[in-house]
Every structure is written in C-alpha cells, then in structure tokens.
C-alpha cells in the first residue's frame, strides 16, 4: 500500500465512529443507484472539462470601494506598495474565506454527494476514495506474480518492471500536481485522470481476456500459461502505464481538494478538517483490505480476468461518485505556473548579485492585491535562511527611479512571499531526498515480500494463503499502531516533551525510517532461516509464510510514523500556490524509490552473477542469497537516518502573514 497509510483513522477510534462508517459503507457498496447518477456524468463527459474549468471559477465581481486590497496606508515607505491583511483567500477579485460554511464548504459539502443525509454523505465519499484504491491495488498488489505466470518473466525481471511501473505511478503526481496548481484547478485535474484510470483498466481487462490469459483459468498457483503473444504484451503494457498515468495525476490533487472545502482559521471547520482527513484515509485502508484479500485471492486462483474487471467497475462506480458532487464543490482559482515564478526569483536575485540585501525583512519589497504577481494565496513572513535569494526582493536605487516599469518586470523585482515560496521549497528537498531510501525499503513489499513468499509454505490447514495476501498484515498493522500510538505514544511523549501532540512530524519521520530498517533486518533472518528449511530445490521450503508476518508487521508500523508524518509535513510547510506539489512530494519519494530498486537490484544482480554463479536474487531464490540484499538494505538505511538527522536538525518551518508558524516541525528528531 502506498505512504499516506491512515494516521488520521485515530479520531475514529477515539470517537468510536468507526462502527456506523463501516456500516454505512457496506450499505452504499450493495445500493450505489447508479441509473439516478447517469444524467450527470453523460452530461459532463459531452460537455467536457474546459467548460467546467470556466464555469467553476466564474465569480461575481467585487467593487473597488469594497476590496480591501485597493486601501493603502502609505507605512513602509520603502514598499512600493504596502501589505494588507490576508486572512482572506481571494478568488476572481472577490474576497471570501477559503470555505463559506453556509453554502458551498464546510463538513457537510465537502463530500462528493449533494446534501440528503450527513452520515450518508460521509460514507458515500468515503465509498467515491475506497473504490478508487481497491482499483489500484486489485491490479497492483499481485501484478508481480501476474508477470511471472501469465508473462513468464523471471524473479528480477518481474521484481524491476513492478518498480518500474510503480515508480512510473508517483512519478506522474509531479505532472498532476503542476497542471492542478498552474492550470486546470484541482477538480478538472482529478476529473481527466480519473477517465484516463478507467480508460487504462477497461483496456487491460479486454487484453487479458482476448490475448493473455490463455488457456482461460490459466496462472493459477504455480501454473503457467500459453507465451503471450507481441500485441498482447504490447496492449498489456501500454493500459498498466495510462493506469500508472491516470492514478498519478490523480492522486495529489483529490486530498487537497478535500481540504479547499475548509476554512482553516476557524476551530470548527480545522477540527472538520481533521475529520475529512480521517475518512479519507480510512477509505483508503478499507479500499485496500478488499483488494489484498477477496480479489487477490481469485486472481492466485487463475481469475486475472474477473479480478481486473471488477477493478475496472470500481473505479466507474468511484468516477460517477465523484461526478455527482459537481455542483456542491468549492473551487479556487490556479495561482499560475510555479515554475515560472521559482525563475524568477533565481533570474532577479542573479541580476542584483551585488546588491546588499537590507538588514530588516521589512525593508524588502512585497505587493498585495490586483498588483500581486501570485493569485489566491496568503502572504508568507520574511525568513533568515538562504538570504542570498533575498537580492530578488531588494529595492534599489533604479528601482525607486523606474517605479512604474520595473513593477512590470518580475524578472527584476520579486516580491517576499515569492521568494520565500522559492525558499521553503528548497528547504524542504533535503528533507525529502532523505525518504527515497525509505521508499526503496518500502517498495520491497510489492516486489520481493511476495516473490519470498510464494517460494515458502503457503498452505494454512486446508486453506491456501496467497503469498500477495499477506499485505493485509501490514494494514492490520498500521490501524494496530495509530491506536498504539494516539493512546500510548502520544500520552507518555507529551508529558516528557512538552509537546501535546507527542512527536512533531520530522520526529515521527525519523522513527519511522528506524523501524524500517528493522524490517529489512528481520526479512534477512527470515530468509536465512527460509533457505536452511529448503528440502527439494526446486520446490518451496517448508517454512511457513506466516513467517513474513514480522516484517509486515514492522513496515506498517514504520507507515504510521514514516508516510503519515511525511505527507503531514510536506502537506503543511508547502506554501498556497504549490499545495498539490507538497502532496506530489510524497509520491514523487515513493516513485524514485522504486527507480534506486531497481538501478540497485540491477548493480547487485551484475555483481552477483558471475562464474557460474546464480547471483543474490536468481530466478529460482532457493539457490540465492535474498537475505544479503535485506542486510545491505539495512546499512544503507542506517547510513540515510544519520544524514536525517542533521537535516532535520537544520530545518525551520514556514511562518504565515498571521503570525502563526503553519504545521512548524521542529529543529530536532
């Protein structure tokens, strides 16, 4: 399962309202009444997303007398336009708070139903991201053995064209988040990739009905099927990556588009928040449950085709869900190319080289309103860190002489909250440089967890446990220890901290990249211990696959501190204008994990496999050395988590026009 495993299902277990969610779930899975839902999708799909793109950012306009943004006060004399308050978001020229409660935001609308029943509303929503996920992972969780079996691909093979696709699917969040930010807004981003997602699944489930899965019921346990033919694999991988394309520019842009439906600054619409997150996650786990049990165990059973359809079906059933809500959304308007922006900065700091950069943060040069070069996001406060970019907001002496035309060239004069949107997002790269070795401990589950697996004692009593399926131990793992943690962890830390919410999310992260490593120690003794039980060696040990259940156990517990802390803290410390790039992070670290997998299972593989020698992961891992592969994982673990440390030591968080520190991480881990 992917990072962003469900912190936030701890105000579920606190408030005991996991019961009637579940419930309420189950009810909208048996009676989704599609045929009420079908005039509003068909409506949209002719009508397509470049009109709803206008049409959902079209805002009346407000009068110059009322816009508090034309006032100014003359103070700051060195401003070439003073600052005024930003506790208010501005769409279109009309001041409004992020979420009007009464209409279109708050709890109750941020859902993807119109309002009938709240509780309906929440599970329906919950249902819209839980179809979405049992999608995913109903084609992705056992793909690996799908490539071994259908497309007779061997251990490494299979185990690097996973990570590649995988990579492929977070790489394309960084795609997502740029247009969500820059161009189309948040809905009609996650509208197109949710189409292409259906699209790509619709696609593989015909291929491997008409090319692949011959003969039919073909794959299962360690049963091969027919060679599959060039169209057929050429169709298989051109539908597996437009789902890696539809997913991934989906996925930053629907959770922060959950979030645009709440007005932080005020208490209850923060704790709703909080809330939506919950829910959120929760689906995530329940879509992902389904997924890793009921439909991984017919695809094991030779059913690809049945198990990719119904993956497909969901993912429709999500898009209609999603569909219906159109009307009750709250949308904010793109605050333009971010790119463009970062150059600036870099070009205007580049040109004042030799300026001297003014003693005081006020002294610097920052606009507010219709002469704001950055539309929609509030003013960030003047940092100390990396001043030397300060240069782009200095005004100099020409500047003052050319007032009028150099207000005009943001390739000169940049204002604060533009570098200092520049400044935390260099800040936070080597904190997120420092997760990719996490993410390449991480993806090991999909790949080499399973392949180990299928290679040890899959049958418990008369019941045959798929090698795919024990995934389920890491999401049990994972709602085991958010209790653990909210109701001992955050108790006892508190106390000796200070802090009440425990540990800070750079803490929280850094544990998790410590629980990590234990796993990939463990998975070495396992596989130690597998090859000693090795009878026959070209048949399965006789050690148990439950044996795997430790190092589940612990890669879902490192989710709780590791992935839940990351997107928490790339979530908060992204400035406005680039939310869905902070989200996009956290999957962009996933992805190039994947891509360090698969260059190092490649060195190793090079390395291994000479003079005759079947190398470290040979196509037959009773003959291999799997475990040294989980101990240099380990070392290289260690190595990362001292190099944390220090980052995280170095970082300071951003600090909003308000005054308050947003989601501030503190200075040590």
Known sequence: MPGGLSCAVVLLLEEELLAPVVVLLLNCLLCPSPEQRSHTASRFIIVGPAYFSEQLTKQPEAKDSENPLNKRDGSHHCRLENAVSHHRRWIDGQARKPSNQSKNGGMENCYTVARTDDGLTLALDAVNYGLVTCAFFG???????FLRRVLHQGNAEAANNISKWTGTVYIFSLLGAFVSDSYWGRYVTCTVFQIIYVTGLIILSFTSWFFLVKPSGCGADHAFCNEPSTAGVALFYFSTYMIAFGNGGYQPSIATFGSDQFDETDPKEARSKVAFFSYFYLALNVGSIISNTVIVYYEDQGEWVMGFWVSAVA?????????????????????????????????????????????????????????????????????EELRFLDKAATITEEDYAAQEERMKDPWRLCTVTQVEEVKCILKMLPIWLCTIVYSVVFTQMASLFVEQGETMDTEIGSFHFPAASMTLFDILSVLAFIAIYRRVLVPAMARLSGNPEGLTELQRMGVGLAIGMAAMVVAGVVEVERLKRVEVPDQPSSMSVLWQVPQYTLIGASEVFMYVGQLEFFNGQAPDGVKSFGSSLCMASISLGNYVSIMLVSVVTSLTDKDERPGWIP????????????????????IDLAVYVACAMWYKGIKLDNGDEKKKAMAHV
């Not at 084609?139 to 053995?145: E, R």
């Open 315 to 383: 993912a429709v059933l999500a898009l209609v869900l999603f569909l219906i809500g159109t009307p009750n959304y709250r949308h904010f308007k793109p605050s333009g190319n971010p790119l463009t922006r970062i150059a600036q900065v870099f070009v205007a700091a580049f040109r004042k080289w030799h300026t001297k950069v003014p003693s005081s943060g006020d002294l610097l040069h920052e606009v507010d309103g219709d002469a704001s070069r950055i539309t929609g996001i509030r003013r960030i406060l003047h940092s």
């Open 619 to 638: 196509g037959n891992l009773n003959s291999g050395h799997l475990d040294r592969f989980y101990f240099l994982l380990a070392a290289l673990s260690l």
């Open 139 to 145: 084609v992705g969780v056992n793909l690996v053995v």
